[in-house]
């Protein structure tokens, strides 16, 4: 396993790309952001329902749920819209799923009452982490919806457990490297994404080699640079929502 220098951008394998995260991007969601990383970009929205899915209803119980997609030429190519095809794709579906429990995976949803939170995750441009980018902004967003939702009606005990955030990690010329842009990616031996609370705990890892299997060390290695990346990112959502801690109570 090779150690590192720099990588295609200039990076320390450690480094992650520079992460801006704009809150109140759009005037007429309950929460919305801009996060950016890097060269991706992804609009998160988030839109307060007084409704649940059938299965949840008369349950007390409230749901939390995704909905992803990439602009046409968020990419070098043209995407085209999945609209026009007539259902999601396959990795669309995947990936709106992982934001979905991710967000779910933090959230107390008998806090929420029955009612669904849904965010939109819009990526404008991509180069490389789109998913990750998401989850990490979707759960600023989330925290601005249950803010707003607050402020209408009270919320019986704390709807949210914890922080959440997403970060992907691979292997790139023998080496572990932290977030990975297109460049990196489309070349890597292994590629995984890493989701994790702010308490460190695991919320899903997706890790796929690509030619040749890799070891328990180089897993290690990869997990060591996600967690550090992720603590950071939080850290981010911390300071963008001004919240050093969650609150016990929201209102």
């Known amino acids: 396993m090779k150690s590192a220098g720099k990588r295609v951008d200039g990076r320390r394998v450690t480094e992650l790309r520079p992460v801006t995260i704009k809150r109140g991007y759009l005037k007429n969601a309950e929460g919305s952001a ?11 929205a988030a839109t307060v329902e007084e409704r649940v899915p059938p ?31 007539g259902h999601p794709g396959g990795r669309t579906h995947e990936i709106q799923r992982l934001i979905g429990r991710s967000l779910r995976a933090v959230t107390n949803l008998t806090a929420l009452g029955e009612r669904q939170i849904l ?8 180069d490389g982490g789109t998913r990750t980018a998401s ?41 572990p490297c932290l977030d ?3 460049a990196e990616d489309s070349k ?11 308490t460190g705990r695991i919320v899903e890892i997706q890790g796929t080699a690509e030619g040749e299997a890799f070891s328990e060390r180089e897993m290690a290695s990869m ?3 996600g967690k550090a990346g992720i603590r950071k990112l939080i850290q981010t959502q911390r300071r963008v929502l001004g919240l ?5 109570a929201w209102t």
């Open 34 to 44: 801009l996060i950016q990383m890097g060269g991706t970009t992804v609009l998160c």
């Open 55 to 85: 299965f949840l209803r008369n349950t007390g119980r409230g749901w939390v749920t995704a909905e992803y997609s990439m602009l046409p030429r968020s990419s070098a190519e043209r995407i085209q819209r999945e609209v026009n095809r």
């Open 119 to 126: 965010i939109d995750c819009d990526v404008i441009e991509a």
């Open 135 to 175: 989850i990490t902004g979707a759960y600023v967003v989330l925290v601005d919806a249950i803010r707003w939702l607050a402020k209408k009606a009270p919320i019986a005990g704390s709807p949210l457990r914890d922080f959440v955030a997403a970060v992907s990690v691979g292997i790139v010329n023998g080496a």
């Open 180 to 182: 990975l842009c297109y």
């Open 188 to 198: 890597a031996q292994v590629d995984m994404n890493l989701v994790m609370t702010g």
């Open 223 to 225: 997990m060591t640079l």
């Open 244 to 248: 050093k801690q969650l609150p016990k």
